[in-house]
């Protein structure tokens, strides 16, 4: 597989992710029913033949076999399978710890392209919650609200969304997640009541799909942040050709 890069230095990788790939093997941290056996040669689980991003990077880049813990290794951060757009790689320990404390402050800017399900109303607005795991289903996260009960392990999430195009049925946005959870964007625009358009593990039973999309409509197109040189640098990733088409196809409904 030919892996994008947009941007590297002797610090940093910027990838430009395509759909359809894990980022790297889950960790019992991601999943309790998933067992790691992972080898210190590679990123790869035991008896697991998809292979994943880092396993791709790996080969290309052997030096990220000595920067952070197996199996993310320099990944900085994550994106879901089925999610495409800019990641983030260290090339090295001391790049890797400069870009999580990043993150970890929320210091840096991301903006998603989504396509919702539904006409959202208000231009813009801002969903600030609380995210965990969902008791019924171990993979998905749920929001919590304040008050309620059992809020060990929940964590404060907050995304701002602005609509950049209403079209019959559906409604583009521009998303900036001002926190980093799991599934967070998927999460909360379920929690609208909006989920994400083809997306097979949040939507609702039955919601419209448009021809097609066969994976979730969203996109990681803009990333903002302060490189280990000093540097601060904005990098963009067009929207991939697969969900052009569907958006065009859209558009010409109109």
Do not use: W
Not at 8 to 13: G, I
Not at 73 to 95: C, E
């Amino acid at each position: 597989m030919g892996i994008k890069v947009i941007y590297e230095d002797k610090n940093v990788l910027v990838i430009d992710k395509p759909a359809g790939i894990v980022v790297y093997p889950p960790t019992s941290a991601d999943s309790a029913s998933v067992a790691e056996t992972t080898s210190a040669k590679g990123a790869a689980t035991a008896g697991k033949e998809e292979k994943t991003l880092i396993d791709y990077l790996l080969e290309k880049y052997p030096v990220l076999k000595n920067v952070g813990k197996v199996p993310r290794y320099g990944i900085a951060h994550r994106l879901d399978k089925d999610t495409s757009g800019i990641l983030l790689v260290a090339k090295n320990n001391k790049s890797l710890i400069f870009l999580q404390k990043q993150f970890k402050k929320g210091e840096i800017e991301k903006k998603y392209i989504a396509l919702a399900v539904g006409k959202i109303e208000e231009s813009k607005g801002e969903i600030n919650t609380l995210i965990g795991r969902s008791p019924k289903n171990g993979t998905k996260q749920k929001v919590y609200l304040p008050l309620e009960t059992s809020l060990k392990r929940k964590r404060k999430a907050i995304t701002k969304y602005k609509v950049t195009q209403r079209l019959k049925g559906y409604t583009l946005l521009e998303i900036i997640p001002k926190t980093g959870r799991k599934h967070q964007i998927r999460c909360h625009l379920v929690y609208l009541g909006h989920p994400i358009a083809g997306d097979k593990i949040y939507g609702f039973k039955n919601q419209p799909c448009p021809k097609e999309l066969d994976r979730q409509f969203l996109h990681a197109s803009f990333l903002k942040i302060k490189l280990p040189n000093g540097k601060d640098k904005e990098f963009i990733s067009e929207l991939p050709e697969d969900l052009r088409k569907i958006l065009n196809n859209l558009k010409s409904k109109q």
